[in-house]
């Protein structure tokens, strides 16, 4: 990891998560001079603690913005695992075996019935799978299958091994990262002119928050309501399914050819990414319920991580009112992994001053402004 930083650069990335190291590379590539401050180990947080599932099946109706920027990013995803394979000879495991959402009572039918109503008008590749189906696909499910929906298009990564790729592509592109917190951001007369960490003022033309669920937590900054939620997650030996499966209350996710994840907790606990018995009680007795013979399954460990959710569970993406060349990159609660393509992306043209991809003023900052 670097640590040699220059008291100036063209750009400030606050964060060393999946996100902010995406920022970072994409500003990297485009020659500017990018320094990376990292409260901890880069990829440490909830980046390290996701499961990599590569999907969002939320009422497209309600979030047709939300919609339209994981399908973007989604699409993206095929060419950056070639990118960072060219760009170091190692291939991140990425499996595009698409996502069964299955019921497990019938108040769950509803739910998916919906879903697959919603998304198909949208255009999502979206099909119906009989209780039948679903066991043929996935011998290992529970019998007491209601009903499935199939997309065949979601995906999943190996997020760990993608997110250390991605922070090794920047630093080889230019980028210094340096573990050191940063306590504030100062801004003047309207502008953002560098942060303070360590007792010094490093000076920057830009200033990217990425901080994760800490975005908030940094002074001088304008409105930032990001809060932590903890996700709790564990590993058994074994694959007991051949791709994604989520259900009402879990998910699976088979890592390799060895070990199957399941998860995961949602719980308001402020800064604690302990693991504790009860939370793991519940994703485990979840994914038994999903399919059995996990119950059989050694024990691999277990991990935590807290999630940036903000009050509309949609992330905060773009320049702040307040001083324009600080922008926000946060707040992606369950949709980091996924997210992190296009909000380089839009971010990178905000900075370069590109037209972006996507329109940017759902996700804007401002919105938290009363």
Same mark, same amino acid.
């Given at each position: 990891?670097?640590?040699?930083?220059?008291?100036?650069?063209?750009?400030? +990335?606050?964060?060393?998560?999946?996100?902010?190291?995406?920022?970072? =590379?994409?500003?990297?590539?485009?020659?500017?001079?990018?320094?990376?401050?990292?409260?901890?180990? !880069?990829?440490?947080?909830?980046?390290?603690?996701?499961?990599?599932?590569?999907?969002?099946?939320?009422?497209?109706?309600? $979030?047709?913005?939300?919609?339209?920027?994981?399908?973007?990013?989604?699409?993206?995803?095929?060419?950056?695992?070639?990118?960072?394979?060219?760009?170091?000879?190692?291939?991140?495991?990425?499996?595009?075996?698409?996502?069964? +959402?299955?019921?497990? *009572?019938?108040?769950?039918?509803?739910?998916?019935? &919906?879903?697959?109503?919603?998304?198909?008008?949208?255009?999502?590749?979206?099909?119906?799978?009989?209780?039948?189906?679903?066991? &043929?696909?996935? %011998?290992? &499910?529970? %019998?007491?299958?209601?009903?499935?929906?199939?997309? %065949?298009?979601?995906?999943?990564?190996?997020?760990?091994?993608?997110?250390?790729?991605?922070?090794?592509?920047?630093?080889?592109?230019?980028?210094?990262?340096?573990?050191?917190?940063?306590?504030?951001?100062?801004?003047?007369?309207?502008?953002?002119?560098? +942060?303070?960490?360590?007792?010094?003022?490093?000076?920057?033309?830009?200033?990217?928050?990425?901080?994760?669920? =800490?975005?908030?937590?940094?002074?001088?900054?304008?409105?930032?309501?990001?809060?932590?939620?903890?996700?709790?997650?564990?590993?058994?030996?074994?694959?007991?399914?051949?791709?994604?499966?989520?259900?009402?209350? *879990?998910?699976?996710?088979?890592?390799?050819?060895?070990? $199957?994840?399941?998860?995961?907790?949602?719980?308001?606990?402020?800064? @604690? @990414?302990?693991? $504790?018995?009860?939370?793991?009680?519940?994703?485990?007795?979840?994914?038994?319920?999903?399919? !059995?013979?996990?119950?059989?399954?050694?024990?691999?460990?277990? =991990?935590?991580?807290?999630? !940036?959710?903000? %009050?509309?569970?949609?992330?905060?993406?773009?320049?702040?009112?307040?001083?324009?060349n600080l922008v926000a990159a946060t707040g992606h609660f369950r949709n980091g992994i996924l997210l992190a393509p296009v909000t380089a992306q839009l971010v990178r043209a905000v900075v370069t001053g590109e037209n972006p991809s996507l329109d940017l003023a759902p996700f804007l900052p401002g919105r938290f402004s009363s």
């Amino acid at each position: 990891m670097s640590e040699v930083m220059n008291k100036n650069a063209d750009v400030i +990335v606050i964060g060393a998560g999946i996100i902010g190291a995406h920022c970072a =590379w994409r500003l990297a590539q485009a020659g500017l001079r990018v320094s990376v401050f990292e409260r901890s180990a !880069p990829g440490s947080q909830a980046s390290q603690a996701a499961l990599g599932l590569l999907s969002y099946h939320a009422d497209p109706e309600k $979030t047709a913005a939300m919609q339209d920027l994981v399908l973007y990013s989604a699409a993206l995803y095929p060419d950056l695992i070639d990118e960072l394979a060219q760009f170091s000879g190692e291939r991140v495991d990425y499996q595009p075996g698409g996502q069964l +959402v299955i019921a497990l *009572s019938e108040k769950d039918l509803p739910g998916i019935e &919906l879903s697959h109503k919603l998304n198909k008008r949208k255009g999502v590749q979206v099909e119906k799978v009989t209780p039948q189906e679903c066991r &043929l696909l996935e %011998p290992g &499910l529970t %019998p007491d299958l209601y009903g499935a929906v199939f997309f %065949p298009e979601d995906a999943w990564v190996d997020n760990t091994a993608l997110t250390m790729a991605i922070v090794q592509a920047a630093e080889k592109d230019g980028g210094v990262i340096k573990r050191a917190n940063v306590e504030a951001v100062e801004i003047r007369a309207g502008r953002a002119v560098g +942060v303070h960490a360590g007792g010094e003022l490093y000076r920057a033309d830009w200033i990217i928050l990425a901080a994760g669920s =800490w975005s908030g937590q940094i002074g001088g900054i304008p409105p930032t309501p990001v809060k932590p939620i903890r996700g709790q997650a564990l590993a058994v030996a074994g694959r007991a399914v051949r791709r994604a499966i989520m259900s009402a209350h *879990s998910y699976l996710v088979p890592k390799g050819d060895s070990q $199957t994840m399941i998860g995961a907790t949602v719980e308001q606990v402020g800064f @604690d @990414d302990t693991n $504790t018995l009860a939370g793991l009680q519940e994703v485990s007795a979840a994914g038994i319920e999903m399919a !059995p013979r996990i119950g059989q399954g050694e024990f691999l460990g277990a =991990w935590a991580g807290l999630r !940036p959710a903000t %009050p509309d569970e949609m992330p905060m993406i773009g320049p702040y009112l307040q001083a324009p060349n600080l922008v926000a990159a946060t707040g992606h609660f369950r949709n980091g992994i996924l997210l992190a393509p296009v909000t380089a992306q839009l971010v990178r043209a905000v900075v370069t001053g590109e037209n972006p991809s996507l329109d940017l003023a759902p996700f804007l900052p401002g919105r938290f402004s009363s």
